[in-house]
């Protein structure tokens, strides 16, 4: 089950179907009941010993209450992707209005902000789980001049680099919890020492780490699959 977001009806009509295959002996990777159950942003709420600080909320005073606190965030949406309608807003942004009304739609739809990682800089790591275990390279996602998203499709710069002592605590943890979810396949977002989001619908990145560290990603899948299938 890969495709690309946003996780709308059709997507979960999607599961519901590949379910029903489920129940008459097909075998789906990732499970359909997982990807419903594990929404990309809202899923590292289970593991907050791990992420920075966040609130998750379609009403406005909430989100200026979070601002006044932290002073520097990011506010997204729940089911973008390619960092579609991710804004960073500092307290004395002059749009901070248009740009919560935006987001949250005003006030119909269901927001996420977190503190802003200075990280960043230094890029957005794609941590890649594979059947619990994690790839030995993540990618860091580097954003172009000017930018604060780091995602390829936003123009940031993919460069391969071996997991940090972070990056293996949080993929030791949260890994044998996903594959016990039936989450065969899993792209952890890291930002500096932070989880910032768990992609289970399309996770990518698979061809930019095997080109730049000759690690064969898409074999230790394969491998992977061939055993779950055991």
Avoid at 14 to 33: C, D, H, I
Avoid at 81 to 92: I, K, L, N, Y
Avoid at 115 to 136: M, Q, S
Wanted: glycine content about 8%; aromatic content about 6%; charged content about 25%.
């Amino acid at each position: 089950m890969r495709k690309d977001p946003p996780f709308d009806m059709e997507y979960v009509y999607s599961t519901y179907l590949l379910e029903l295959a489920e129940s008459q002996g097909a075998r789906v990777f990732n499970r359909p009941r997982a990807i419903r159950d594990w929404n990309e942003k809202m899923a590292i709420a289970r593991f907050p010993q791990f992420t920075p600080p966040t609130v998750v909320t379609r009403r406005e005073p909430l989100i200026r209450e979070f601002l006044a606190e932290h002073r520097d965030v990011i506010l997204k949406p729940l089911d973008g992707m390619g960092g579609a309608s991710v804004f960073r807003v500092r307290q004395d942004d002059p749009n901070v209005n248009v740009i919560i009304e935006t987001v949250t739609h005003f006030g119909r739809r269901t927001s996420m902000a977190q503190r802003y990682i200075p990280e960043i800089r230094d890029g957005d790591k794609r941590v890649l789980l594979i059947a619990g275990r994690a790839v030995p390279h993540s990618l860091a996602r580097i954003p172009k001049p000017g930018e604060t998203r780091g995602n390829l499709a936003a123009g940031g710069t993919g460069v391969a680099r071996a997991l940090t002592q972070r990056d293996r605590e949080i993929a030791d943890a949260l890994g044998p919890v996903l594959v016990k979810e039936g989450l065969l396949l899993v792209g952890l977002d890291v930002i500096g020492d932070w989880l910032t989001e768990i992609n289970v619908t399309s996770p990518t990145c698979f061809q930019e780490i095997t080109e730049q560290t000759g690690f064969n990603v898409a074999g230790m899948f394969m491998d992977a699959l061939q055993q779950a299938l055991r």
